[in-house]
């Protein structure tokens, strides 16, 4: 562990932007989140507010508010949005400012880098913090290239894909990672993401700050160090973006280069457009399309999860039964009933997997 950390929300700790603020309430290993800064939600638990379930993590109005209330003072402050395009918003400075002030170093996620904020950049020195931009890119001299060594993994590789961006593709991997590890399938997951560094994952790389060129070396490299140093049963690989999502196709690469031997799927119940895009009136596919279409290369989705934001609760259960007898496979509610279905299916999947490949060698 790094050390203890506040987040700053900005007044959207209860939004999908607030995803990398989310992933650390719910999970994380690097940092013990002691509030969150947040002037929307001040006064409330930090759970409360993203799942309706207390995690005993205050909220408040500002970054004074929280440093005169006598809570242990943090060593980091954590931006936790996530927003379009990774800009770093310019009235979020202040409180940035504020934070180094008070003897915190900052920790950012975006692809604006606070190294390249010179005002930030000289309070750091000043104050003598760091400055942790999480997305900074590696030179092309320090990034790998694909080989075809994954042949080697000796296990299945999963991704965990999804219909769009922000539906909850690193949280359901986290539910199954820890729920398969419960059930004694020693399971691993890549991270692709900076959250998944922010929560301590141990293998994986940030996919939207490395070079093209790279990312399918990057992919593999991560899953091979993973292989090699713990042997797992199972190698989760969180998957980016969508297969379609016009602003950042993503996920043949986990597909094809990740050597994918099944696939499990998180689709937004109730969203009809890409988010950020309903304006343009691009339409949100089907799961059955983005099933079909990840068959179309050759590998099978075993199990749906859903995202529940933004559909209507008393008719879910419904929506999730129609949507199961429609798939074929079973279709999970990970925030609400959890993942069991999902490790069900993967258990299933590993027994024949290991039967196949014991017969085939």
Same mark, same amino acid.
């Given at each position: 562990?790094? !050390?203890?950390? +506040?987040?700053?929300?900005?007044?959207?700790?209860?939004?999908?932007?607030? $995803?990398?603020?989310?992933?650390?309430?719910?999970?994380?290993?690097?940092?013990?989140?002691?509030?969150?800064?947040?002037?929307?939600?001040?006064?409330?638990?930090?759970?409360?507010?993203?799942?309706?379930? %207390?995690?005993? +993590?205050? #909220?408040?109005?500002?970054?004074?508010?929280?440093?005169?209330?006598?809570?242990?003072?943090?060593?980091?402050?954590?931006?936790?949005?996530?927003?379009?395009? !990774?800009?770093?918003? %310019?009235?979020?400075?202040?409180?940035?400012? &504020?934070?180094?002030?008070?003897?915190?170093?900052?920790?950012?996620?975006?692809? *604006?880098?606070?190294?390249?904020?010179?005002?930030?950049?000289?309070?750091?020195?000043?104050?003598?913090?760091?400055?942790?931009?999480?997305?900074?890119?590696?030179?092309?001299?320090?990034?790998?290239?694909?080989?075809?060594?994954?042949?080697?993994?000796?296990?299945?590789?999963?991704?965990?894909?999804?219909?769009?961006?922000?539906? !909850?593709?690193?949280?359901?991997?986290?539910?199954?990672?820890?729920?398969?590890?419960?059930?004694?399938?020693?399971?691993?997951?890549?991270?692709?993401?900076?959250?998944?560094?922010?929560?301590?994952?141990?293998?994986?790389?940030?996919?939207?700050?490395?070079?093209?060129?790279?990312?399918?070396?990057?992919?593999?490299?991560?899953?091979?160090?993973?292989?090699? $140093?713990?042997?797992?049963?199972?190698?989760? #690989?969180?998957?980016?973006?969508?297969?379609?999502?016009?602003?950042?196709?993503?996920?043949? &690469?986990?597909?094809?280069?990740?050597?994918?031997?099944?696939?499990?799927?998180?689709?937004?119940?109730?969203?009809? *457009?890409?988010?950020?895009?309903?304006?343009? =009136?691009?339409?949100?596919?089907?799961? &059955?399309?983005?099933?079909?279409?990840?068959?179309?290369?050759?590998?099978?989705?075993?199990?749906?999860?859903?995202?529940?934001?933004?559909?209507?609760?008393?008719?879910?259960?419904?929506?999730?039964?129609?949507?199961?007898?429609?798939? =074929?496979?079973? #279709?999970?509610?990970?925030?609400?009933?959890?993942?069991?279905?999902? #490790?069900?299916?993967?258990?299933?999947?590993?027994?024949?997997?290991?039967?196949?490949?014991?017969?085939?060698?």
């Amino acid at each position: 562990m790094d !050390g203890t950390a +506040i987040i700053y929300t900005n007044n959207s700790l209860q939004g999908p932007s607030a $995803k990398t603020a989310h992933g650390l309430l719910r999970h994380g290993k690097r940092y013990r989140i002691l509030a969150v800064i947040d002037e929307a939600h001040a006064g409330k638990d930090a759970g409360s507010v993203m799942d309706g379930k %207390p995690l005993g +993590i205050p #909220v408040f109005g500002s970054l004074s508010a929280y440093l005169s209330s006598g809570l242990e003072r943090a060593r980091y402050c954590i931006i936790g949005i996530a927003s379009a395009g !990774g800009r770093i918003d %310019p009235a979020w400075i202040p409180t940035l400012e &504020e934070a180094i002030q008070a003897g915190m170093s900052l920790v950012n996620g975006m692809h *604006h880098l606070l190294i390249h904020q010179p005002r930030l950049l000289d309070l750091a020195k000043e104050h003598a913090v760091d400055l942790i931009d999480v997305r900074k890119p590696k030179p092309a001299s320090e990034l790998p290239f694909w080989t075809g060594d994954i042949a080697r993994v000796g296990c299945p590789i999963v991704p965990v894909l999804g219909s769009d961006c922000a539906v !909850g593709k690193r949280t359901t991997a986290r539910f199954i990672e820890a729920a398969c590890n419960d059930r004694g399938i020693r399971t691993e997951m890549i991270y692709t993401g900076q959250t998944g560094w922010l929560q301590g994952g141990k293998y994986g790389f940030i996919f939207d700050s490395t070079q093209n060129d790279f990312v399918c070396g990057a992919l593999e490299n991560a899953i091979l160090e993973c292989w090699e $140093k713990e042997r797992p049963d199972l190698i989760l #690989v969180e998957g980016q973006a969508a297969l379609r999502n016009p602003s950042g196709p993503c996920g043949t &690469e986990m597909l094809i280069s990740g050597r994918a031997n099944a696939c499990l799927f998180v689709h937004p119940a109730g969203r009809t *457009h890409y988010k950020g895009w309903e304006h343009l =009136g691009l339409d949100l596919p089907p799961p &059955e399309e983005e099933i079909a279409l990840i068959r179309a290369f050759g590998v099978k989705t075993i199990g749906v999860a859903l995202n529940t934001r933004a559909y209507d609760p008393v008719r879910l259960s419904d929506y999730r039964d129609q949507l199961q007898a429609r798939l =074929g496979v079973p #279709v999970a509610l990970p925030l609400e009933e959890g993942v069991k279905s999902l #490790v069900d299916a993967l258990e299933t999947f590993l027994q024949q997997w290991n039967q196949e490949r014991a017969t085939f060698t």
